[in-house]
């Protein structure tokens, strides 16, 4: 397997995600492609006739989906291995597993909807105690549509809803179980939009159930779980069989896509299209972990792609707020109105002040919690010597 996956350890993302030196070359990359990602979602609510079949928010989430299954499920196993090898419980890797989400997602995301409540957002008052809890992709599963201004929250809590069980699975499961639990996963996705699809239920109530995005937050996990090495010969037969339905899938994305672009596609091809979209966006976090080089790997590495990526959470909370903030900061200031001076300049003002707040809220607000994380190791440095309490 070294030959396949060797450029990146799962202990440095271990310890970049523990709070040292964060490290540069590859992981790099992976900030790069979040920005990519949140940049489809943003192109697409803000202008949606400027996208295209592949740069779409829908393709854009599931890279977020395989990036976070990716590294979510390696700092576990990596702090499972840890802990098993210093003699630390795992109910503690646990509570630091917690503790550190919360830290990382919770302010934002709480900050963003008393702000939006106070300025009167329809949709943030109405569904205000399914949003607190959580339960956004609930309300819009229950309705069968989007609504407008809440609509992203679904992914968010998908994934909060995805670390509420998955932490505990990837911990406590033997090991020689987790490769089929991971793969029973990926299949139940599949499974589960084929039977609501046949069933005739609608599209988005389909996909913004947690159980549809367990083959892309899956299959990050399974690359997790493989690139750590440890299965010997079934690991190696598992990868090379993943890599061949990856380009698989890579072929048929490109083909339905093109096709339904020109003149549409059968109904029961838009079931086939999630399937070869997840497969595309694993195969695309894969290459990107791995380490792009040449000219792909130097636009993945430029500096303002990278940092981007690093504030891409607050870019996807704000983003569908920040036309209508900026056209309100524009009347409280008595400036010109902006929208006769064209869509371009319109759609650049709002991404430039969607930058700029989400760069203060990094700077000043985010990190700041942010570091709290060194509070939460999750395996102490102490644990395992000699006369240390590691319970």
């Known amino acids: 397997m070294p030959g396949i996956i060797n450029h990146l350890s799962m202990d440095q993302i271990f310890k970049s995600e523990c709070g040292t030196a964060r490290p540069t070359g590859y992981l790099r990359q992976l900030d790069a492609v979040r920005t990519i990602a949140v940049a489809m979602v943003i192109a697409t609510h803000w202008e949606p006739k400027a996208t295209t079949f592949w740069f779409n928010g829908g393709f854009g989430v599931k890279l977020f989906f395989v990036t976070s299954g990716f590294l979510i499920t390696g700092i576990l196993l990596d ?4 802990a098993e090898q210093s003699g630390f419980q795992r109910t503690g890797v646990l509570k630091s597993f917690y503790a550190r989400r919360f830290l990382r997602i919770f302010p934002l995301f709480y900050a963003t909807l008393a702000l939006t409540f106070c300025l009167g957002v329809p949709a943030v008052r109405e569904f205000l105690w399914w ?23 679904w992914s968010l809590a998908v994934e909060e809803q995805f670390y509420l069980v998955w932490p505990i699975l990837m911990l406590f499961t033997p090991r020689r179980l987790l490769l089929p639990l991971i793969a029973s996963a990926i299949v139940f996705a599949q499974l589960f939009r084929l039977i609501l699809f046949l069933e005739g239920i609608n599209r988005i109530t389909t996909s913004v159930l947690p159980f549809a995005s367990l083959d892309t937050l899956g299959l990050g996990a399974m690359l997790a779980f493989l690139w750590q090495g440890r299965e010997g010969e079934a690991g190696e037969k598992a990868l090379k069989v993943l890599c061949g339905v990856s380009i698989a899938g890579c072929i048929g994305f490109f083909a339905l ?14 079931w ?38 690093r504030v891409s959470y607050g870019l996807y909370i704000l983003h569908p707020f920040m036309p209508g903030i900026v056209v309100r900061v524009f009347g409280f200031l008595r400036l010109p109105n902006v929208t006769p001076l064209g869509p371009t300049f319109v759609f650049a003002l709002n991404l430039t002040a969607l930058i700029a707040v989400c760069s203060l809220s990094w700077h000043f607000f985010e990190k700041k919690i942010n570091d709290l994380k060194r509070f939460y190791p999750y395996v102490p440095p102490t644990a395992g010597k000699v006369g240390t309490v590691t319970t």
Not at 79 to 82: F, I, L, V
Request: with cysteine.
């Open 79 to 82: 702090a499972r291995n840890k």
């Open 272 to 309: 086939i299209m999630t399937v070869t979209d997840a497969l595309t966006a694993f195969s695309a976090v894969w290459l990107t972990a791995r380490g792009l080089r040449g000219p792909v790997g130097w636009v993945l590495n430029w500096a303002p792609l990278v940092y981007l990526g």
């Open 257 to 270: 896509h093109i096709a339904n672009w020109l003149g549409g596609v059968p109904a029961y091809c838009t």
């Open 131 to 153: 949003l607190v809890a959580y339960l956004g992709n609930v309300v819009l599963a229950l309705r069968g549509g989007w609504v407008d201004g809440i609509a992203h929250f």
